[in-house]
């Protein structure tokens, strides 16, 4: 799987949109990019996921550039719940099944101020 | 609908003991992940498992760790004769195998060595 860089650290004002970026310049054709965040040491959670078009969901949005070298997640309007490590990983999916391991990265901690 | 659950939330175990972490997958699916968590650290993957088969053990340890995923029951992961070093956050995912979505993770064991 393709290699991730994100920024350590970011911080956003509750009711602001948050734009995390990822870079994934080594990406293949067939891998996909997946966005998790974990909240204080509890399980991680899924966010969204996308191969090369703009995708949107009930908790984010992905952006995913033309190239597919590089991605943002937006959480439209941040709330202190927010506030977690967001991983952005990059993985094949196997003839459209879910297949093998993810592999995380350190991540961005987002921090969400009032 | 439950998620996915895991037990024992907390577990302590003597330096020599066996660690005993159990995961029951959400309902359909036959997929399961589990990755551990040192603290202050990422999340890596260990091992894949479908129903009586491993897939893909190439995060697991060599020695005294194992895992099983029985016909019918939970999946077990089996640490023996623990050591301090094997204290840190134990995640199970799990999945169907199909489609292009996320694995829902449980809330993780805590494995404590003393």
């Known amino acids: 799987d393709a290699k991730t860089t994100q920024p350590p650290s970011m911080d956003c004002a509750e009711g602001r949109a948050a734009n995390l970026p990822c870079n994934h310049s080594?990406?293949?054709?067939?891998?996909?990019v997946y966005w998790y965040r974990q909240i204080h040491s509890q399980g991680p959670q899924y966010i969204i996921h996308g191969l090369k078009n703009n995708e949107t969901n009930e908790m984010a949005s992905l952006i995913i550039t033309e190239d597919r070298k590089s991605s943002t997640l937006i959480l439209p309007h941040a709330t202190l719940r927010d506030t977690a490590v967001y991983y952005c990983?990059?993985?094949?999916?196997?003839?459209?099944?879910?297949?093998?391991?993810?592999?995380f990265g350190q991540g961005t901690i987002l921090t969400v101020h009032p | 609908n439950a998620g996915v659950m895991q037990n024992p939330r907390h577990l302590v175990r003597r330096r020599g003991q066996e660690a005993r972490l159990r995961c029951s997958p959400m309902?359909?699916?036959?997929?399961v992940y589990w990755y551990r968590q040192l603290p202050e650290e990422g999340l890596k993957f260990m091992v894949y498992l479908q129903k009586e088969n491993i897939i893909d053990e190439s995060g697991m340890p060599k020695e005294r760790f194992s895992a099983e995923f029985p016909k019918e029951g939970p999946s077990i992961l089996r640490i023996q004769q623990v050591v301090r070093g094997d204290s840190a956050a134990y995640f199970c995912?799990?999945?169907?195998?199909?489609?292009?979505?996320?694995?829902?993770f449980g809330s993780g064991t805590r494995l404590t060595v003393v």
């Open positions: 080594t990406i293949s054709g067939n891998e996909y």
């Open positions: 990983i990059v993985r094949v999916n196997a003839g459209g099944t879910s297949y093998g391991k993810l592999t």
């Open positions: 309902k359909g699916h036959s997929h």
């Open positions: 995912a799990s999945s169907t195998g199909k489609g292009n979505y996320g694995y829902t």
